[in-house]
């Protein structure tokens, strides 16, 4: 299947600080993406929908100048969390859709495990 | 209105026995798949079987398969011949619409534990 890698898988930074995750889709072009967020033991709650050449669309709640996204690239796109506080911390999955509609599915990234201190 | 909803925030099931998850959904398209994926501890979502609206038969992969009733609008995902691996948190989703770009819509989730 389809491989999404993120990166870092961990990262620990200080409070205002800005913290910058990768998602990459490895061996396919994804012209959409998706940005989650997931609290412990709770479901994924979409944050962004990220789309190649454009601006995202973010979800209602969502602090777009805060949670800036931006998809330079059809295998790339960035999540970045500026001035990050400890309320932030959370585990924050990407995923990305293949081109064409075989079985609709998304591929998910690994998940970034964000803790502000 | 919710648009997943399971009612099972934690099952249990003897090893080398079969379960069902439950999921039941709200859509008013015509036109929309229905995922289940897995969460282990680590993280990672593992897509685990797709049922698409027009589906006229249930899907299967392997040890999973999708119980799917249209007019109850639900999506029950059976397990069968559980395994200690199989112990993590089952998420069910929905996809409305053909766009492949729409969103995902996820139920609060399942943690299942296989007891040895």
């Known amino acids: 299947g389809a491989v999404v890698s993120q990166h870092p898988s961990r990262v620990i930074c200080k409070s205002g600080t800005s913290v910058k995750i990768e998602c990459r889709s490895l061996?396919?072009?994804?012209?959409?993406m998706f940005w989650y967020r997931q609290f412990p033991k709770q479901s994924l709650m979409l944050m962004a929908t990220?789309?190649?050449?454009?601006?995202?669309?973010?979800e209602q709640g969502v602090e777009k100048d805060k949670f800036l996204i931006n998809h330079a690239s059809l295998t790339l796109s960035t999540l970045t969390v500026t001035s990050a506080h400890p309320e932030d911390s959370s585990f924050y999955i990407c995923?990305?859709?293949?081109?064409?509609?075989?079985?609709?599915?998304?591929?998910f990234g690994p998940g970034t495990r964000l803790t502000v201190l | 209105a919710q648009k997943i909803t399971q009612t099972q925030p934690g099952m249990f099931v003897q090893e080398k026995e079969a379960v069902t998850l439950d999921c039941t959904y709200d859509?008013?398209?015509?036109?929309?798949?229905l995922f289940w994926y897995k969460q282990p501890s680590s993280g990672e979502m593992i897509f685990l079987i797709y049922?698409?609206?027009?589906?006229?038969q249930n899907a299967t992969e392997g040890r999973y398969s999708l119980n799917f009733q249209k007019a109850r609008k639900s999506a029950n995902l059976v397990i069968s011949a559980s395994q200690l691996g199989d112990s993590a948190m089952y998420f069910c989703?929905?996809?409305?619409?053909?766009?492949?770009?729409?969103?995902?819509?996820f139920g609060t989730g399942t943690s299942l534990t296989v007891i040895p």
């Open positions: 995923s990305a859709k293949t081109g064409g509609t075989a079985n609709n599915e998304q591929f």
């Open positions: 049922q698409g609206s027009y589906d006229e």
């Open positions: 859509t008013s398209d015509q036109s929309y798949g």
């Open positions: 061996d396919f072009q994804a012209t959409t």
């Open positions: 989703a929905m996809r409305e619409g053909r766009n492949t770009g729409n969103q995902f819509y």
């Open positions: 990220s789309n190649e050449g454009s601006k995202a669309t973010y």
